[in-house]
C-alpha cells in the first residue's frame, strides 16, 4: 500500500438519514481523502447532546449515518469509522483541556452566540465546551490535518490555540497541533432554492430515497423566479436547478441546458426531469450498497465496535502521554 501523508481526523454529529448537502458538503470529501491519508471518522453522539433536537433517535440516527457513509465509500478496513461515546477517554481529556481553555474565548466563539439565540433556554455547560471536546477528538487521535467547512474555522483556531498552551503549561509536547484542511465546498441550497439545504428546513434531497420520490423532490424545487410561464426566457445562472446539473450532469447537456434555458428552448418541468434522472443514475450504486449492508445491522454496528476498538488504542497512547505531562500518579 502507498504512504499516507498523515492522519485525517474528522466529526459528524448523528443526523440520520444523509442528504445531499451532507454528501457535497462532507461525506464525498470523506471518501475521496481515504486515497491519501489515514483517516478517522466520527460520529459525535456525545456532541449530538448539547442540543435537544438532536437527542431524538439517537441510537436510530447514528445507525443510519453509519449506513450512509458506509454505502457511499468509507472503507472501514482501512479507515477508523467509529462512534464518540465509544471511546470514553475523550471525555477524560475533555475535562484536562478544560482546565487551559479560556471560559472569555469559548463565549465569544459565533458558534456558541449562535447557538444560544437559537436555543435561548438552554444554555447548559456542554454548549460552552463544545469547541474543548471537539479540541479533544482531534488531538486523542494524534491527527494533523481536519477538513472542515469554512463555518467550523473558528473552532480550529481554537483547537490550535488550546494545544499550544496545554503543552506550553505543562511543558510537553504531547499534544499535536492540528490543521486545517479547507476544502471548497459549494454552497448546497435546499429545494426552496434560498436555504442552505438542511434536515430542519424540510428543504432537503434525501440520498437514500427512491427515484420517484427524488423525482417527486426535485419537481418541487424553485428555479429561476423571474421565469414565470414556460416561453419566459430563463437565468441558468441564478437558478439552484443549474447549479446541481453542472454537478451531477453531462458537460455536454449542462451546456445544452445552459443556452437553451436562456431563450425558453427548454422549460423548467424537462430540465427538473433531467436533473432527476442524471441524479439517480449517479446514487444508484449507492441505493444498492445500501440496501446490502441495511440487510444485516449488526453488521454495520460491528464495524462501528471494530472503529472503536483501534481507536481505543491511539487514545490510550495519547492519554498516557498526557497524565505523564500532567504528573499525574501512576
Ligand atoms: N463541530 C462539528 C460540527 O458541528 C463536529 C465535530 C465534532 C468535529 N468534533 C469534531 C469536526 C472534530 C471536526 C473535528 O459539524
Not at 461515546?85 to 479560556?102: C, K, Y
Not at 504531547?174 to 479547507?182: C, T, V
Not at 423571474?226 to 426566457?233: A, E, S, T
Request: with cysteine; hydrophobic share 40%; proline share 6%.
Amino acid at each position: 500500500m502507498s504512504v499516507k501523508k498523515g492522519r485525517v481526523f474528522s466529526g459528524a454529529r448523528p443526523t440520520g438519514r444523509q442528504h445531499l448537502g451532507n454528501y457535497l458538503g462532507a461525506i464525498k470529501n470523506y471518501v475521496a481523502m481515504q486515497d491519501d491519508y489515514e483517516c478517522v471518522y466520527c460520529i459525535v453522539d456525545i456532541h449530538a447532546l448539547t442540543t435537544v433536537e438532536d437527542t431524538f433517535n439517537l441510537r436510530q440516527n447514528t445507525y443510519d449515518m453509519a449506513l450512509d457513509w458506509l454505502a457511499a465509500g468509507i472503507r472501514p478496513e482501512e479507515t477508523i469509522m467509529f462512534v464518540q461515546s465509544q471511546v470514553p477517554q475523550v471525555t477524560e481529556l475533555h475535562t484536562f483541556l478544560s482546565m487551559v481553555a479560556p471560559l472569555g474565548k469559548l463565549t465569544d466563539l459565533p458558534t456558541f452566540k449562535e447557538k444560544i439565540r437559537e436555543n435561548p433556554n438552554n444554555v447548559n455547560y456542554g454548549l460552552v465546551g463544545y469547541p474543548v471536546l471537539m479540541t479533544a477528538d482531534i488531538v486523542l487521535y494524534q491527527s494533523n490535518l481536519v477538513p472542515v467547512g469554512i463555518d467550523q474555522a473558528p473552532h480550529i483556531e481554537f483547537a490550535r490555540e488550546l494545544v499550544r498552551s496545554f503543552n506550553y503549561r505543562y511543558n510537553s509536547d504531547a499534544l499535536i497541533e492540528p490543521q486545517m484542511k479547507n476544502t471548497i465546498i459549494p454552497k448546497v441550497l435546499g429545494i426552496d432554492g434560498v436555504n442552505k439545504m438542511g434536515k430542519s428546513l424540510n428543504n432537503h434531497i434525501e440520498l437514500a430515497s427512491t427515484p420517484e420520490e427524488t423525482q417527486k423532490r426535485i419537481s418541487k424545487m424553485v428555479t429561476d423566479p423571474q421565469r414565470i410561464r414556460r416561453d419566459d426566457p430563463g437565468d441558468p445562472d441564478v437558478c439552484n436547478v443549474f447549479s446541481m446539473h453542472k454537478i451531477f450532469s453531462p458537460a455536454g447537456e449542462v451546456e445544452m441546458i445552459n443556452v437553451e434555458c436562456r431563450r425558453a428552448g427548454i422549460g423548467c418541468v424537462e430540465c427538473k426531469k433531467r436533473f432527476a434522472a442524471n441524479l439517480n443514475d449517479h446514487l444508484a450504486p449507492f441505493r444498492k450498497k445500501r440496501i446490502e449492508l441495511d440487510a444485516n445491522p449488526q453488521a454495520v454496528w460491528d464495524i462501528l465496535h471494530d472503529g472503536a476498538k483501534r481507536a481505543r488504542v491511539i487514545a490510550d497512547q495519547t492519554m498516557a502521554k498526557v497524565r505523564a505531562a500532567i504528573q499525574l500518579p501512576l
